[in-house]
């Protein structure tokens, strides 16, 4: 069984521009999360998907941030314009439960500069 | 005050030493309780979660204290394929059925011959 993929793996951006992150969960799972690991910082949650609809997105860091998940399957994060502080680690994660092992992703490794 | 907290880290160990990590977390809702581990620029794993009555999983033993808040993990024997960060989960459940995970910062064990 394939795994949660996410593409790009690395991303290098200038501050301003736009950048587009894509989370592909494993087939079948109904529940979709981003987190995002800041440098020197824990692991934080941004959101929750259950199918395509948005269920908690209370971890969001502000309106230059904008996730859909258009038909319930893969999911794309934006960041627009991406800031310096936007830079770190995005890690995907998905569970067939609500209550189930979530399983992540590899993460994107976004680069703000 | 963060709400999981950890063992600030690194613990550097021989070969076949026994470590143990703690952690403390402060939503006493939370209800489920996990010790993930993360490899160097990887995604986190699931190790194990982490029941009331304690569990054990061959060198692994996780232990929780609700009424302290507090959840350990002890690693026997250790190996120098251990080495790695060992991030401390709950979940933060709320009403509607939202269930997002809350990381500790992670503590680094590196084991040496």
């Known amino acids: 069984e394939a795994g949660v993929t996410q593409f790009p793996s690395h991303s290098v951006i200038e501050k301003g521009q736009t950048v587009t992150l894509r989370c592909d969960p494993i087939?079948?799972?109904?529940?979709l999360y981003w987190y995002r690991r800041v440098m020197g910082k824990e692991i934080k949650f941004l959101l929750h998907?259950?199918?395509?609809?948005?269920?908690?997105e209370s971890g969001m860091p502000n309106n230059r941030f904008l996730a859909e998940r258009t038909g319930g399957t893969y999911s794309t994060l934006k960041v627009q314009p991406a800031e310096l502080e936007d830079s770190g680690v995005y890690f995907c994660?998905?569970?067939?439960?609500?209550?189930?092992?979530?399983?992540f992703g590899p993460g994107t490794r976004l680069t703000v500069t | 005050r963060k709400e999981v907290e950890q063992d600030p880290g690194p613990f550097n160990v021989p070969e076949g030493a026994t470590v143990a990590f703690n952690c403390t977390y402060s939503?006493?809702?939370?209800?489920?309780f996990f010790w993930y581990r993360q490899d160097c620029r990887k995604e986190p794993k699931l190790l194990m979660s982490?029941?009331?009555s304690g569990n054990e999983d061959g060198r692994f033993t996780a232990q929780l204290n609700r009424a302290s808040q507090y959840i350990s993990l002890l690693i026997r024997d250790s190996k120098l394929s251990d080495s790695a960060t060992y991030l401390c989960?709950?979940?933060?459940?709320?009403?509607?059925?939202?269930?997002?995970?809350?990381f500790g910062a992670g503590t680094r064990l590196a084991v040496h011959p």
């Open positions: 939503n006493s809702a939370s209800q489920s």
């Open positions: 989960v709950v979940n933060n459940p709320m009403a509607g059925g939202y269930n997002k995970l809350i």
């Open positions: 982490v029941y009331s």
């Open positions: 994660a998905s569970s067939q439960d609500l209550w189930g092992e979530q399983y």
């Open positions: 087939s079948g799972h109904d529940n």
């Open positions: 998907f259950v199918k395509e609809s948005k269920q908690d």
